[in-house]
């Protein structure tokens, strides 16, 4: 039972470069989430998805895409790194709203570094 | 919107003792969902411990217990009998209920718990 995988665990870009970076969930949940997470600070939301197709702004949306053209697939871009993009970066997924008490799910998370 | 405030960056307990982690959070939504989460090294993000502010009981995950004042919007972890693999990065967040939109978790900046052999 996987739960929630990210893909890479650790990538260093430099300035300029794109990427993306993969969540993948066979839980088959409905909502999914990009977060951040920068040394003093909590988790920051950056993206999210609540069914397939649809996305939406989070707290810190600046710089990022995100698409979700399959149900257990969640990605996020860099078109162009930046330093300040330097993070860990977690994905998360929730079961459907019928079962309000469920915690989000997390992956191990991606530790880029932007040179 | 929603904040959240762990105001002790770092705390420290000796082995077999107890310790208690602050949180205070901000919102004007009467229904929501509270919880502790656990960061070690290893990065995971695991689920300690969760409260529903419509139950008056306070939760409670075998040493793990949780003391939720809805009124004064306060929501402590205390862990008792602690561990050295308690040691790690202690995150309160807060989430809307049902029909709020996202589910969306909002973090404070954690607490660093060390743990005294």
């Known amino acids: 039972n996987a739960g929630v995988t990210q893909t890479p665990k650790f990538r260093v870009l430099k300035t300029g470069q794109s990427m993306t970076l993969l969540c993948a969930q066979d839980?088959?949940?409905?909502?999914m989430y990009w977060y951040r997470q920068d040394p003093g600070m909590g988790l920051r939301l950056i993206h999210y998805?609540?069914?397939?197709?649809?996305?939406a702004k989070g707290e810190v949306p600046d710089g990022y895409n995100v698409s979700r053209l399959k149900k257990q697939n969640f990605l996020l871009g860099l078109e162009s790194a930046a330093p300040s993009q330097t993070s860990v970066y977690f994905c998360?997924?929730?079961?459907?709203?019928?079962?309000?008490?469920?915690?989000?799910?997390f992956g191990d998370g991606t530790r880029l570094s932007i040179l | 919107a929603q904040t959240v405030t762990q105001s002790q960056p770092e705390m420290s307990v000796q082995e077999a003792e107890t310790v208690t982690l602050s949180c205070t959070y901000d919102t004007s939504e009467s229904d929501y969902y509270l919880f502790w989460y656990k960061q070690p090294p290893s990065r995971q993000m695991i689920l300690v411990i969760r409260q529903e502010a419509y139950k008056q009981q306070n939760a409670t995950e075998n040493r793990f217990s949780v003391n939720f004042q809805k009124a004064a919007k306060s929501f402590s972890l205390k862990i008792s009998d602690s561990q050295l693999g308690d040691a790690a990065m202690y995150f309160c967040?807060?989430?809307?209920?049902?029909?709020?939109?996202?589910?969306?978790?909002?973090f404070g900046k954690g607490t660093k718990l060390s743990v005294i052999p």
């Open positions: 839980m088959n949940h409905e909502y």
């Open positions: 967040a807060y989430r809307n209920q049902a029909g709020a939109g996202s589910y969306q978790l909002t």
């Open positions: 998805s609540v069914g397939e197709g649809t996305t």
């Open positions: 998360a997924s929730i079961q459907t709203p019928g079962a309000p008490d469920q915690p989000q799910h």
